[in-house]
């Protein structure tokens, strides 16, 4: 059962009071927030994401709420908690949808040592993924953007989440975080690509959410086997090009780049050792994303 | 009882029951599972959880997805350890040629001297005691072979030097793990005045031939005392975890033969009666530690007034015990705070105390952050 | 360096001997088990740790093994680069040096 099977009414209520479980890939989180304006985004931009199950195992129980405090009296804040505590600063109360995207993304930063999290966009197609690990303000999130609405499932734009048992993605397509031009450059891309609202003045500049197309979100019980690791990185201007990397540069820029590397130990270091041996690794730099898609599909369909 | 309290009742026996009998947790329901490990969590224990279950050989019998909860917080702690005892490892290298005593304190020394405290549980940092006059070459040393000391406020600086009993904590430029070196384990303007010369005397090597100590066992116990009554947090007040330490190293030197017989007169030659006093009781009230009736009755003497004893029981158990997540109480919060409070005046005289904690709030006001920014915050873990 | 390397003896540590190796052909990723640090070696200090395996050498032996065995030629370069490597294993904690005098740095 998914978000919009609900009445809205019902989902504010629910959110409300003992909160809504909702399943995000792997995880099955409980979201409360009596922000009126906040539950009716939530109810828009969550409407696919199906329920967790009835008696599942919440990982994390997350809620957004009005910050106590003087300031609430001068300008209204809220913030984001989790377990019923917050040691995080408050955010302006229109910035409460960020808020919560964040606080989720802590959540599972700091919890799911279980797995080994690289910071990586994903992205699949016909059993084989791509993984695109690189740090903030490379495009990533652009480019995974536009790949999802050019025929590839979303596994995920942020988190790379790897099975230790045996090196599967796990799937956890949650809302794309975009910031300032980006937002521009994909609704001119894809006119009826599902954006939120853009909030402003945020701490990282503006942002808007956009919704994954609900085919990445019924399958978020599908892992997916990596085979191609493509670092991108948007350029002003110049042509597309794709090289080959050299597989050492691609483990060290991949361990570099991953939420929990040291965590894992030994672990981390043969999971990637094997996900780099086994992969065709390139370096990606484009200024035009439809080039840029181009080159990943060629290369992607050359490769059995 | 209302729900609040039906509920927080419920949430610290499933914790408590957890860290008492193990064994029974395979058969905990969902809900229960849910509810224990938020609890467990809060309170540090959830590692604690993992490592009783898998020493039982019971941990393919929790359901997956608790299951991985509890194996992420393993992996944390595995890796702690590892960076624990490397630290170490490279802090005698570094020393080399430099005489002088060094005793390993708190979660150091239960790791590399294999304890039942470090099952399971966190260390982030490594605590060394040494002897005053080498505190200076040894932080020279440190600092030559490429250990840093962390920047702090100048008044942090000079609090650190001159009255507390640490220099401020030193990092290696490579690694995170912290260093914090201790000449004595209480600071000098502290109410229980102790002379660390008898920590030194009694000292024993971690095994023949290693350059570093522990304290003997009844000192490690009454510095964990110390460690649990003195050292505090404004949110956590007491931590639940730090009491389970005393609980698991008496257990453990309980068995040692002559231990409870030197326990109480060791107090009180290092000025220790009221902290241990304190310990004893809520270490057997909490976990039931098994404590012998003649130790009981020696400590007697240093138990407070009737009333102070009535009020200590309420604040501390209020501290120690963890909240249901759902359930926050203020008073629980205010009790914290109180015990904080009461620590830090056990540190220092009040004069000092109030223009310590005038400062601190001063530097809070100016934006010496505490609180984590969600949307700057570099996710990568240590 | 102030003293003469005849006299720094260099021999792996406990460590050394537990590392997890993959040659990437252009570098080497090593994992360290004791410290659980992943570093990056070049074949230079690749070849001075497998020296090392077989038996512990003074710097100045090493200095011309690895000269012969890479084909260089410029010997204070390879002391240089040489000696810095050795204080950097020292510090990572893979190789032991013992002199009878202090290293200069």
């Given amino acids: 059962m998914t978000v919009r099977e609900l009445a809205e009414q019902h989902v504010a209520k629910l959110l409300a009071t003992k909160g809504i ?13 009596d922000l009126g304006w906040l539950t009716s985004l939530i109810y828009s931009l969550y409407s696919p994401y199906p329920l967790a199950p009835a008696g599942a195992f919440i990982d994390f129980h997350v809620a957004v709420t009005r910050a106590r405090g003087l300031r609430r009296w001068m300008r209204p804040q809220v913030q984001f908690c989790v377990d019923g505590y917050s040691p995080f600063v408050p955010y302006v109360a229109e910035h409460a949808l960020p808020a919560l995207e964040w606080g989720i993304n802590w959540c599972m930063a700091t919890r799911s040592h279980h797995l080994l999290m690289l910071h990586a966009a994903g992205v699949e197609r016909n059993g084989h993924a791509i993984l695109f690990p690189a740090w903030p303000g490379h495009g990533k999130s652009t480019l995974c953007t536009a790949l999802i609405h050019s025929g590839w499932r979303l596994l995920s734009d942020e988190f790379g989440l790897v099975r230790p048992d045996d090196g599967m993605l796990v799937p956890v397509p949650r809302l794309i975080p975009l910031k300032n031009e980006s937002i521009e450059v994909i609704r001119r891309f894809r006119p009826d690509a599902r954006i939120g609202p853009s909030f402003l003045k945020t701490r990282k500049g503006t942002v808007a959410h956009v919704q994954p197309p609900e085919d990445s979100i019924r399958r978020a019980q599908e892992p997916a086997q990596p085979r191609w690791l493509i670092f991108p990185r948007w350029v002003p201007s110049g042509s597309v090009t794709l090289e080959p990397l050299s597989k050492g540069q691609a483990f060290v820029m991949t361990a570099t780049n991953a939420f929990n590397y040291e965590v894992l130990g030994e672990t981390s270091f043969r999971l990637v050792t094997e996900m780099v041996r086994s992969s065709d690794c390139y370096t990606l730099r484009y200024s035009d994303l439809d080039q840029a898609i181009d080159a990943i599909d060629r290369l992607t369909s050359l490769s059995p | 009882m209302t729900t ?6 419920r949430a610290q026996q499933l914790l408590l029951d957890a860290v008492r009998s193990p064994e029974k947790l395979p058969s905990l329901s969902m809900p229960d599972w849910e509810l224990l490990v938020r609890v467990a969590r809060r309170c540090r224990l959830l590692g604690r959880l993992e490592a009783d279950l898998t020493r039982a ?10 299951r991985d909860h509890l194996k992420a917080s393993r992996h944390v702690i595995e890796h702690r350890k590892c960076l624990v005892s490397w630290e170490i490892n490279r802090i005698v290298w570094a020393l080399e040629g430099v005489d002088a005593p060094l005793i390993l304190l708190k979660g150091a020394a239960y790791v590399l001297a294999r304890l039942p405290p470090a099952r399971g549980r966190i260390f982030a940092d490594v605590d060394l005691l040494l002897p005053d006059l080498f505190v200076r070459v040894i932080e020279e040393r440190l600092i030559e072979r490429g250990w840093i000391q962390l920047p702090l406020h100048p008044y942090d600086d000079r609090y650190y030097r001159t009255w507390m009993h640490e220099i401020p904590p030193l990092r290696h430029r490579e690694r995170g793990t912290e260093i914090d070196i201790h000449h004595r384990l209480l600071p000098r303007t502290s109410r229980f005045r102790s002379d660390p010369a008898k920590l030194f005397e009694a000292a024993t090597p971690i095994e023949a031939g290693s350059r570093i100590s522990v304290l003997a066992p009844p000192d490690m116990v009454l510095h964990s005392l110390i460690h649990l009554f003195l050292d505090g947090d404004p949110n956590e007040g007491l931590r639940l975890r730090d009491l389970l330490d005393v609980h698991d190293l008496l257990c453990h030197f309980g068995q040692e033969p002559g231990f409870w017989d030197v326990l109480v007169p060791r107090a009180r030659e290092l000025g220790f009666e009221r902290p241990l006093y304190y310990g004893l009781r809520f270490v057997h009230r909490i976990f039931g530690t098994p404590i012998p009736a003649a130790v009981s009755r020696e400590i007697r003497d240093a138990a407070p007034n009737w009333l102070i004893e009535k009020i200590m029981d309420r604040l501390f158990t209020l501290a120690l015990l963890p909240e249901h997540p759902d359930y926050r109480s203020r008073w629980v919060a205010l009790a914290r705070q109180l015990v904080y409070l009461r620590a830090h005046w056990l540190r220092m005289p009040p004069i000092l105390l109030a223009r310590h904690l005038a400062v601190k709030a001063y530097l809070r006001i100016r934006g010496v952050r505490k609180s984590l920014d969600l949307a700057r915050l570099d996710l990568k873990q240590q | 360096m102030q003293v ?14 537990d590392l997890v190796w993959e040659d990437w052909g252009d570098i080497y990723t090593v994992y360290q088990r004791s410290s659980a640090e992943t570093h990056v070696f070049n074949e230079t200090t690749a070849f001075v740790l497998n020296e090392l395996l077989a038996n512990a050498t003074t710097l100045n032996r090493l200095i011309d093994v690895t000269m012969e065995a890479m084909g260089l030629k410029e010997s204070e370069l390879v002391a240089r680069d040489l000696t810095w490597a050795a204080k950097r294993l020292e510090e990572l904690g893979l190789i032991e040096l013992r002199s009878e005098a202090a290293l200069g740095s």
């Fill in chain 2, 4 to 9: 609040r309290a039906l509920e927080t009742q």
């Fill in chain 3, 4 to 17: 003469s390397n005849d006299r720094v003896c260099m021999s792996l540590s406990p460590p050394a001997h």
């Fill in chain 1, 21 to 33: 479980a909702v399943q995000l890939g792997p995880f099955a989180v409980r979201i409360q927030s």
């Fill in chain 2, 57 to 66: 050989d019971l941990i393919d019998r929790i359901h997956p997805k608790v």
